[in-house]
């Protein structure tokens, strides 16, 4: 079951929640904040996290109506329930929002990861609450309150992996706001989902990761010297390798079955090209390079990136964001 849409702003006078909680306001968690004040997707917005530090700065930022260190008292009343962790302290976060939660409420996530959010949430939370999990996948490298904006989530993709058995009603509201939010919607098993992730997020990142580390030590080539050749391929592998180090390494240990599979199949790709290269095998690494080149002109058709120089990204000196408290989805991505 699918459907798309991209819907700029919410078009009934009335909100999709009237309470909406947000636990974790980092760069998923402010985007949603300002979106969804900017299209009248939510009356309140309630926004727990666990420093104050940060909290101070959502509130300076106008992010909420109201703020609380307990997600617990964030949650209370709530209609919507949205957790924005790595999704390694899921299970945790299930468990502190449980008393509080309403009858009726929709609790969801945006992890990248969901066969193991599903297996941690669920048997934390009441039976009298609508659970739909959610990823969206959008993001940018940067982490923190500050590094969100209300465009984030246009013309992309929102995966909803609802459990069997769960409330259609709940799961199209839920899918409401998030075309609200101007996502496309796809509902996928979670299963399915984390494979199809696997590849094209997570092991992207591990690559990026990988050959970062490769460079950092070589003991040939000086930092100063990687850095002032960036400008080639390994620029936009460091882009990636940004991410958040306590999200990424919460998604490679609740992905592991799915992760592993797709290095499996990398590492057997990645000898093939060995060999090509080693037998001076021409006319084998076109084929290859013409064949995936075609992805890339498949991606800027489906509308998911740009075909602007440098991947359409800007050239300005991107403000430093404070620690994030949730996924950033390169996210997402």
């Known amino acids: 079951m699918s459907s798309t849409s991209a819907v700029p702003a919410n078009t009934s006078d009335a909100p999709v929640f009237a309470r909406l909680a947000l ?33 101070d700065r959502a509130r300076e930022l106008a992010l909420g109506d109201s703020y609380h260190l307990s997600a617990a008292q964030a949650c209370e009343d709530a209609d919507a329930v949205i957790v924005s962790v790595p999704v390694g302290a899921s299970g945790a976060v299930a468990r502190d929002i449980a008393p509080a939660l ?49 465009e984030l989530f246009d013309n992309r993709w929102c ?24 996502s496309n919607i796809e509902v996928m098993e979670p299963e399915h989902h984390d494979l199809v992730l696997a590849i094209t997020s997570h092991i992207p990142h591990l690559v990026a990761y990988s050959i970062c580390g490769t460079a950092a030590d070589m003991e040939t080539v000086t930092k100063s010297e990687v850095i002032k050749f960036s400008a080639g391929g390994f620029r936009d592998f460091t882009r990636l390798a940004a991410s958040d180090p306590v999200m990424w390494r ?79 989805s390169v996210a997402q991505e």
């Open 23 to 55: 636990v974790g306001i980092g760069l998923i968690g402010s985007s949603i904040a300002r979106v969804a004040r900017q299209r009248g997707l939510a009356g309140h917005i309630a926004i727990a996290t666990r420093t104050q530090e940060t909290l």
């Open 102 to 150: 309403k009858p009726g409420a929709i609790v969801s996530d945006v992890g990248s990861v969901k066969a193991s959010v599903i297996a941690a949430m669920t048997p934390e939370l009441p039976g009298h609450v609508h659970f739909v999990p959610a990823h969206p996948v959008a993001g940018t490298e940067h982490s923190g309150p500050d590094a969100g904006f209300a």
């Open 159 to 182: 995966i909803l992996t609802p459990p069997p058995g769960t409330d259609a009603q709940a799961v199209e509201r839920l899918a409401a706001f998030w075309r609200g939010c101007g």
């Open 250 to 328: 919460d998604v490679c240990l609740n992905n592991r079955e799915a992760i592993l599979e797709m290095l499996s199949r990398f590492a057997e790709d990645i000898s093939a090209m060995q060999r090509m290269i080693r037998w001076n095998d021409g006319e084998a690494l076109h084929d290859m390079f013409t064949r995936t080149r075609a992805i890339r002109r498949g991606i800027i058709q489906a509308g998911q990136e740009t075909d602007a120089v440098d991947f359409g990204r800007p050239h300005g000196t991107a403000p430093a964001a404070p620690e994030a408290e949730e996924p950033d």
